[in-house]
């Protein structure tokens, strides 16, 4: 099937679910050259994004000696660490709160380089060619932000996208629960991908809102008195991990073993669409109305189909 084509062409009408979208991302950056992330750029960079472009930030440099901030905190890190030798921010739109971080940086006197996905954005025309990093994406709805975020988590693995996606469709030949039966998850993930708990803590929210109660901890967390409540309708989802103790209903997903934060995001992306599928569309009935509105919050056009 050639998943990139359906989001070249789909409308508001029949907008693809989220297992979809990873499947056409991977089949896009199979078929690309993916840039690295310069990782040596600065010795102690400030790194900043918004939702989940501030959690790849995190994925990206999260062993290196980084200083980490959001749209709340970055004036102020700014402001107070002196040793910040240049300002790195990622934004899939290169809009919204990146211009304004541009902006303060600049007034520090900071270095900058902008990771974005859009060669026209508003914090881009503030700065020079070499002050950013451009990365090819799909056409995809608002917020689905897989082929935006994922050449970048690549930028920096090199994992290989075909074998992602062989894995992928392994999993979406395996046995899966009807996820009709549960109204509520719990997703486990192994240690060494615990910073992909933000990135599915926001997406949980985009996708479902408060209509799923979900909870997102690492093998080593959930230890610590998190499952004392249960509900006999909640599935504990495991990544890599393989779970014989937590909840009564449990689906555990492997994860290969040269697989890194592209893997793990592409298998819970493909297995949140699975879930997607199996409820009312709620995103799909609301993203026209929702970006409307964020618009108004931001003065600029924000559309439901990011092009």
Same mark, same amino acid.
């Given at each position: 099937?050639?998943?990139?084509?359906?989001?070249?062409?789909?409308?508001?009408?029949?907008?693809?679910?989220?297992?979809?979208?990873?499947?056409?991302?991977?089949?896009?950056?199979?078929?690309?050259?993916?840039?690295?992330?310069?990782?040596?750029?600065?010795?102690?960079?400030?790194?900043?994004?918004?939702?989940?472009? +501030?959690?790849?930030?995190?994925?990206?440099?999260?062993?290196?000696?980084?200083?980490?901030?959001?749209?709340?905190?970055?004036?102020?890190?700014?402001?107070?660490?002196?040793?910040?030798?240049?300002?790195?921010?990622?934004? +899939?739109?290169?809009?919204?709160?990146?211009?304004?971080?541009?902006?303060?940086?600049?007034?520090?006197?900071?270095?900058?380089?902008?990771?974005?996905?859009?060669?026209?954005?508003?914090?881009?025309?503030?700065?020079?060619?070499?002050?950013?990093?451009?990365?090819?994406?799909?056409?995809?709805?608002?917020?689905?932000?897989?082929?935006?975020?994922?050449?970048?988590?690549?930028?920096?693995?090199?994992?290989?996208?075909?074998?992602?996606?062989?894995?992928?469709?392994?999993?979406?030949?395996?046995?899966?629960?009807?996820?009709?039966?549960?109204?509520?998850?719990?997703?486990?993930?192994?240690?060494?991908?615990?910073?992909?708990?933000?990135?599915?803590?926001?997406?949980?929210?985009?996708?479902?809102?408060?209509?799923?109660?979900?909870?997102?901890?690492?093998?080593?967390?959930?230890?610590?008195?998190?499952?004392?409540?249960?509900?006999?309708?909640?599935?504990?989802?495991?990544?890599?991990?393989?779970?014989?103790?937590?909840?009564?209903?449990?689906?555990?997903?492997?994860?290969?073993?040269?697989?890194?934060?592209?893997?793990?995001? +592409?298998?819970?992306?493909?297995?949140?669409?699975?879930?997607?599928?199996?409820?009312?569309?709620?995103?799909?009935?609301?993203?026209?109305?929702?970006?409307?509105?964020?618009?108004?919050?931001?003065?600029?056009?924000?559309?439901?189909?990011?092009?």
């Amino acid at each position: 099937m050639n998943y990139v084509k359906i989001m070249q062409e789909f409308t508001l009408k029949n907008i693809p679910n989220l297992d979809t979208c990873v499947l056409a991302a991977l089949e896009l950056f199979s078929s690309v050259k993916i840039p690295s992330i310069p990782l040596k750029k600065f010795k102690r960079p400030l790194v900043i994004g918004s939702g989940n472009a +501030a959690a790849t930030g995190k994925i990206i440099f999260n062993k290196h000696d980084a200083v980490f901030a959001n749209e709340n905190t970055y004036e102020t890190k700014l402001k107070t660490i002196k040793d910040i030798d240049g300002v790195i921010i990622f934004s +899939a739109s290169g809009g919204k709160h990146a211009p304004l971080m541009v902006k303060a940086a600049k007034k520090r006197k900071k270095p900058v380089l902008l990771i974005t996905n859009n060669p026209h954005s508003q914090a881009g025309e503030l700065l020079l060619s070499k002050e950013k990093l451009i990365y090819l994406k799909n056409r995809e709805p608002y917020t689905y932000n897989t082929s935006t975020y994922m050449p970048m988590i690549l930028g920096k693995t090199k994992e290989d996208p075909k074998k992602i996606m062989k894995f992928v469709n392994k999993i979406s030949k395996m046995k899966l629960p009807n996820f009709k039966k549960y109204n509520a998850f719990y997703l486990i993930l192994p240690p060494e991908f615990e910073v992909m708990r933000d990135m599915l803590d926001k997406k949980f929210v985009e996708m479902f809102g408060r209509q799923i109660p979900y909870t997102i901890f690492s093998t080593e967390y959930i230890k610590h008195a998190t499952t004392i409540v249960e509900r006999v309708d909640e599935l504990y989802i495991s990544f890599g991990y393989n779970n014989k103790i937590w909840g009564k209903n449990r689906l555990n997903v492997p994860l290969p073993s040269w697989g890194d934060y592209a893997t793990i995001m +592409a298998v819970s992306y493909f297995i949140m669409g699975k879930i997607q599928r199996s409820r009312p569309a709620w995103f799909k009935k609301n993203i026209e109305s929702y970006c409307k509105k964020i618009s108004k919050v931001f003065g600029s056009t924000i559309k439901p189909i990011v092009e």
